[in-house]
């Protein structure tokens, strides 16, 4: 059972952390240029406000990777254990998904939701 737990943790904190890493460096960068183009005073105002906006997004995106991080170690040994590879993954069975998960040749999890 703890084998299922740490793998729906881990999908749930990897697909939090691509979700937050999608919204800075595309909807964030977006708006940035925007702001960069604005020269009024208070468009340097919002800039450098935005910029600290921007500075909290990518501190709480590092607290997501330290989140994973323990879970990650945890399930790469029961997947090694098991040698979950890319040709024979692990199958998770949840009541809404299936996830395949395996290890690569550089020691990354990868993660598939059927």
Do not use: C, W
């Amino acid at each position: 059972m703890e084998k299922q737990q740490l793998a729906i943790q881990y999908f749930q904190q990897k697909e939090k952390a691509l979700v937050q890493r999608e919204y800075i460096d595309y909807t964030m960068a977006d708006h940035l240029k925007l702001l960069k183009e604005d020269k009024t005073h208070t468009g340097k105002e919002h800039l450098a406000q935005y910029e600290k906006e921007i500075e909290l997004a990518e501190d709480e995106f590092k607290d997501t990777l330290l989140e994973v991080k323990p879970v990650f170690e945890q399930l790469f040994l029961y997947l090694q254990n098991d040698a979950a590879i890319k040709t024979s993954p692990y199958i998770f069975n949840f009541s809404e998904m299936q996830i395949e998960m395996y290890i690569d040749d550089n020691s990354n999890i990868h993660y598939r939701k059927i």
